[in-house]
T-cell receptor, first 115, second 112 residues
Framework: NAGVMQNPRHLVRRRGQEARLRCSPMKGHSHVYWYRQLPEEGLKFMVYLQKENIIDESGMPKERFSAEFPKEGPSILRIQQVVRGDSAAYFC?????????????FGSGTRLTVV | EDKVVQSPLSLVVHEGDTVTLNCSYEVTNFRSLLWYKQEKKAPTFLFMLTSSGIEKKSGRLSSILDKKELFSILNITATQTGDSAIYLCAVEALDSNYQLIWGAGTKLIIKP
């Protein structure tokens, strides 16, 4: 079991470009959570998805950010027209049961740098 | 507003020292408190605490929760350089328990 896989590990984008972050949950986990970590801040919840459904996106900025978790393939966090303030580490976690029951397993994160 | 506050923000000690990391919280409908260790990789789970006064222990690490005073401590004895990491505290609330509320972390550096 490879755990939660995130890629790429590091992503550099110029202002105005699009960033796509991928997360493959642990085998058997169908619940995915995305978090953003800014320097010297804790992880901030962004969005909770199940397969083909967004359960809660209350932590996600209204513009430029979107997330999906298709029936096949990884969950994708997409940031359009990136700005310097989007530079952060983005972590994905998965759980086997709804709402985090059964525990969260985190991926290694994607460090996004906007130049 | 729910919040989790960790202290100190950073700590530098020598190998062999014992450290105590603090996590205080104000959360409506508390369910559990979790400790994670974050190195260059993902946060890795250390402990989940739900009841006051019951110490959880794993090797040189131990943690305890005080639900009356709303805090938890994480103790590391006989520290080693491999303990250098950011230690994160998070709290789950009953009514929104997938939205972990995170502290800013304590950056621990162990000098040889």
């Amino acid at each position: 079991n490879a755990g939660v896989m995130q890629n790429p590990r590091h992503l550099v984008r110029r202002r105005g470009q699009e960033a796509r972050l991928r997360c493959s949950p642990m085998k058997g986990h169908s619940h995915v959570y995305w978090y953003r970590q800014l320097p010297e801040e804790g992880l901030k919840f962004m969005v909770y998805l199940q397969k083909e459904n967004i359960i809660d996106e209350s932590g996600m900025p209204k513009e430029r950010f979107s997330a999906e978790f298709p029936k096949e393939g990884p969950s994708i966090l997409r940031i359009q027209q990136v700005v310097r303030g989007d530079s952060a580490a983005y972590f994905c976690a998965s759980s086997p049961l709804p709402a985090g029951f059964g525990g969260y397993t985190f991926g290694s994160g994607t460090r996004l740098t906007v130049v | 507003e729910d919040k989790v506050v960790q202290s100190p923000l950073s700590l530098v000690v020598h190998e062999g020292d014992t450290v105590t990391l603090n996590c205080s919280y104000e959360v409506t409908n508390f369910r559990s408190l979790l400790w994670y260790k974050q190195e260059k990789k993902a946060p890795t789970f250390l402990f989940m605490l739900t009841s006051s006064g019951i110490e959880k222990k794993s090797g040189r690490l131990s943690s305890i929760l005080d639900k009356k005073e709303l805090f938890s401590i994480l103790n590391i004895t006989a520290t080693q350089t491999g303990d250098s990491a950011i230690y994160l505290c998070a709290v789950e609330a009953l009514d929104s328990n997938y939205q972990l509320i995170w502290g800013a972390g304590t950056k621990l550096i162990i000098k040889p």
